[in-house]
């Protein structure tokens, strides 16, 4: 793929038309087309839909890195010795099976070939290579570690498992499981749930253990060749050519005898590791000692041992190497073993509580001696999994293994701090984070109860802004369950119910906050637990549809009647969430929310200063006002809340779900308001998921209507079609929200003539999320539907269906301040007095009449009515106010049907709706 195809691709993934693109890269539409066409046939994927799908995939493989499209794939600094025919034997393997297992004992090379066979692969697959480290990944976090390296995360109804299954499984890539032995139980659950579908993705574990699932190929490595090509003896072998470009790595002079340097490498089996370490002494030691040290460890070993014989002689290796090393060195190696990933010199210094000139020496000197490996992208060096497992032996040996460990603990606790006053002002936080995270889990199962509390409220902490959301609601559990102080354990435990909230269980962050209180009661703090108790008592009103049962009038009373008894009464934020909850409460009882218990439910958050208890007030009384049909002050309220993104950080989790709202109902409101534009930036904005933890459905369905508004069908189709995958995908979720977007897309196929697609999506939005007949909608469901049903016989002349389609409205002059109303209202009656002007119907006057109000209240309602009254007028200045009003929403397809009714320009709008692919309006055929 060319450097020009991959900007394309970036932004198809942010789903731009061809002239979007086109304005952005400075190309031409039709060079753009080009490109397009290109990565369609180099991705092997049908449409743009599907190329927008994996832009993400293939964005994520970093170009920079060694290897072309590969992701992960460690470096090296030394060149790559024999292995010619275990490579080719793999490649083939990898041609006829799916999942192939490289099979063999620490030290033997299983990590660098699985590297080299991923290099070779990831330029001639579509998707590339993904290789995925695992030796210091914990049981429990193997999926995490996966998530890591493709850049994905988790959201709600959307499980991080599933989350990474997703990324995977479309189109042809290659994923690297490396150093699988530790974790055989969790890749096989992996790899079951992974390749249990058809599809082309490849799968290459290292391991010294079979995975065990079905369709697994087994190949196993042994040491390097000992036999040389031609000799047919050792000299020429693929190991005595390791073994001395690696020691003329380190003295370009060394020279030394063929068939000794054979002798020894078949000594140490050939095992690459082991000869890498004997290598690391040549230049100090020569060939005569090298033999003689290890000749006699090795006899040492192999008296009487059972066992693999490999292993015994890399242990042999280690052995020698350890006991050749000074006091200073041999201390640094043993305790640098406690690290489970990388670290760097200072985290180094901080473990081995040695100065950081020392241990920048010290790390240089093991580094030479093969024994801690430098990565070559970064300051930071990490040890093979066979050299930490004897560190941590040697470690304990010599009873060191208590202290170190708490110099680690310290250390993780100290960097996970650091990191976490990095999340308001730096966006690198998240690739340090990545880097560490292996070592600050493995901490927290070796730290005191003291500082499992501490580090555990860090993790939740740092795991939730990685948007890991079950990973950080068991991190605040278990910070809660293990501190001794109560007032940070109910900061623990609100904190876990913020992240179910996200998680959209309702029902988990009631219960959650509920035990809040219990804790906040048993630690005397009852303004906390007034204040918990009332915002369970909201949030069972305010957000029923992520509940798994209905929250009973009675059980919510009992909680208001305790948080009354107990609210200290100078506590301003308790004061707050009980006004509040005693709002919403009320909203149970009667149809049309209470404004005036809003307006002094706001008045008592602003007195608070608390910006998450504003802007639920705010919301509720925007759900208040746009009840009785006030769109423009809706609109306002909502900005007024986008205001407070500013002093809600997405990092912490009880914020998550207000910006969650925030953002989702600024769009709605936006829409209902007619500002169709910043409805499409807000949408943009909603699905940044640094910034919005959203249900993947939601997030693709955001920018739908606005994108039908404004004439962009191709987008918003896609859009669509999206969303109902992933509504699909998450199980078919309850999700009436959802209806009103999807049911808007009938519009488009209806307009293009394609009525079975129309049929289809009007069941999909009308029956199958608004769960019921299309003539009986939820008031929530009815405006779009009816909009959109009066759009289309408007464009095709339906006249016999003009009095079905208006019936539903009532009519006369004032009524719309009369009815109850939703935020899509404003374009069914706009519509509605449309189409009854067009079709000659005897109400039209009043039908006008009853939509100018809402032509007051939203931008696109004004601009129907302005083209209404040209069709009444028959005047061409009307006509041209009507075509100015649509130019300043851009929105193409009303603006061409505007220039229908203009005699001079109506090629103009035959041209214009020809390019969006829309049949010609009944204007411009009759």
């Not at 014989?309 to 305790?335: I, K, Q």
């Not at 730096?426 to 003291?450: G, I, K, M, N, Y």
């Not at 876990?496 to 005397?524: F, H, I, K, N």
């Not at 004032?814 to 005897?842: C, I, M, S, T």
């Amino acid at each position: 793929m060319s450097e020009r195809e991959a900007e394309v691709l970036n932004a198809l993934g942010e789903r731009l038309s061809n002239a979007q693109i086109a304005s952005r890269l400075h190309l031409s539409v039709r060079t753009v087309e080009t490109h397009v066409s290109s990565l369609l046939r180099k991705l092997g994927v049908a449409d743009r839909r599907e190329l927008a799908a994996l832009a993400p995939n293939v964005a994520a493989a970093d170009p920079a890195q060694p290897g072309d499209g590969a992701r992960g794939l460690p470096s090296s600094w030394t060149p790559f010795i024999g292995r010619g025919r275990e490579k080719h034997e793999l490649l083939a393997a990898l041609e006829a099976s799916r999942l192939v297992t490289l099979l063999g004992p620490g030290g033997v090379g299983k990590t660098r070939l699985a590297a080299e066979v991923a290099r070779d692969l990831a330029p001639r697959l579509p998707l590339g290579a993904s290789f995925v480290e695992l030796v210091s990944t914990r049981p429990g976090f193997f999926v995490q570690t996966i998530a890591s390296v493709l850049g994905v995360t988790e959201r709600p109804g959307r499980p991080l498992l599933d989350a990474v299954l997703e990324r995977l499984r479309p189109g042809r890539s290659l994923l690297v499981l490396d150093n699988c032995e530790h974790l055989v139980e969790d890749t096989a659950r992996f790899l079951t749930a992974l390749l249990g579908e058809p599809g082309e993705l490849l799968v290459l574990t290292t391991s010294q253990a079979r995975i065990g699932v079905p369709g697994e190929r087994v190949m196993a490595l042994s040491g390097l060749s000992l036999v040389g090509p031609s000799t047919g003896g050792t000299a020429g072998s693929e190991a005595v050519s390791l073994f001395f470009d690696r020691a003329r790595t380190l003295d370009d002079r060394f020279d030394a005898d063929p068939g000794a340097v054979g002798e020894l490498c078949a000594q140490l089996d050939g095992m690459p590791l082991a000869i890498e370490l004997a290598t690391a002494r040549s230049a100090a030691l020569g060939m005569v000692g090298l033999r003689a040290g290890l000749t006699d460890r090795l006899r040492l070993l192999s008296g009487g041992q059972s066992g693999d014989r490999r292993h015994r002689s890399l242990r042999g290796v280690l052995d020698w190497s350890y006991d050749l090393l000074d006091e200073s060195e041999r201390a640094a190696l043993r305790r640098l073993a406690r690290f489970a990933g990388s670290f760097d010199i200072h985290a180094a210094g901080a473990v081995t509580e040695l100065p950081v000139a020392v241990v920048v020496d010290l790390v240089g000197r093991l580094s030479d001696k093969s024994l801690v490996v430098r990565r070559r992208d970064s300051a930071r060096w990490t040890m093979l999994a066979s050299v930490r497992e004897y560190g941590l032996e040697r470690l304990a040996e010599a009873e060191e293994t208590e202290a170190v460990t708490r110099r680690y603990v310290e250390w993780a606790v100290g960097t996970a701090e650091r990191i976490e006053t990095l999340l308001d002002s730096s966006s690198d936080w998240r690739v340090e984070f990545d880097a560490l995270a292996d070592d600050l889990r493995a901490a927290l199962e070796l730290a005191s109860p003291t500082m499992t509390a501490r580090l555990a409220h860090l993790l939740g902490h740092l795991a939730f802004a990685r948007r890991f959301l079950g990973e950080a609601r068991n991190h605040y559990l278990r910070a809660a369950e293990a501190t001794e102080d109560q007032t940070q354990a109910v900061l623990d435990l609100w904190s876990a119910a913020g992240v179910a909230q996200v998680e959209s269980r309702g029902q988990l962050r009631y219960e959650y906050v509920l035990a809040t209180a219990e804790r906040a009661a048993a630690a005397g703090d009852h303004g906390t637990q007034a204040a918990v108790l009332a915002e369970a008592a909201s949030v069972a009103t305010r957000f029923p549809a992520i509940f798994e049962r209905d929250v009973e009038l009675a059980e919510i009373e009992e909680l208001l009647r305790v948080a009354h008894a107990v609210a200290p009464a100078s506590d301003l934020a308790a004061e707050a969430q009980l006004v509040a909850a005693d709002a919403w409460t009320g909203t149970r009882l009667v149809e049309v929310p209470d404004e005036a218990a809003f307006r002094r439910a706001l008045a008592a958050a602003e007195r608070a200063e608390d910006p998450l208890l504003i802007s639920a007030a705010l919301d509720a009384l925007g759900a208040a006002r746009v009840m009785g049909g006030h769109l423009a002050e809706v609109h306002e309220l909502s900005s007024r809340r986008l205001q407070l993104l500013d002093r809600l950080p997405p990092h912490q989790a009880r914020a998550g779900s207000e910006i969650h709202d925030i953002l989702h109902m600024a769009v709605e409101n936006a829409v209902g308001a007619g500002e169709i534009a910043f409805a499409l930036e807000i949408a943009g904005r909603f699905a940044d998921e640094d910034v919005v933890a959203a249900a993947p459905q939601m997030s693709a369905s955001k920018p739908v209507v606005p994108l039908v508004l404004l004439g962009r069908f191709d987008e918003a189709l896609a859009g669509g079609a999206r969303a109902r995958a992933a509504w699909e995908a998450a199980g078919r979720p309850a999700s009436r929200w959802l209806a009103p977007s999807m049911y808007s897309l009938v519009l488009c196929h209806a307009l293009r003539g394609d009525e079975a697609s129309a049929d289809d999506w009007r069941g999909f939005a009308g029956v199958d999320l608004a769960g019921q007949q299309t003539r009986n909608v939820h008031f929530q469901v009815g405006g779009m539907m009816s909009f959109v049903e009066s759009r289309i016989a408007l464009h095709f002349g339906r006249w016999d269906a003009v009095d079905e389609l208006l019936a539903p409205l009532p009519v006369g002059a004032g009524v719309w301040w009369k009815e109850r109303h939703w935020y899509f209202d404003a374009y069914p009656w706009a519509a509605a007095a449309e189409l009854a002007v067009a079709g000659g119907h005897p109400d039209a006057a009043a039908r006008v009449a009853a939509a100018e109000p809402a032509a007051t209240e939203n931008r696109w309602a004004a601009a129907v009515l302005a083209r209404t009254r040209a069709r009444l007028s028959l005047d061409l200045a009307d006509v041209e106010l009507a075509l100015a009003a649509w130019e300043g929403l851009d929105a193409r397809y009303e603006r061409a049907c505007t220039l229908a009714l203009h005699p001079a320009r109506r090629a103009e709008a035959q041209a214009e709706l020809a390019e969006l692919g829309v049949g010609a309006p009944v204007d411009l055929v009759r």
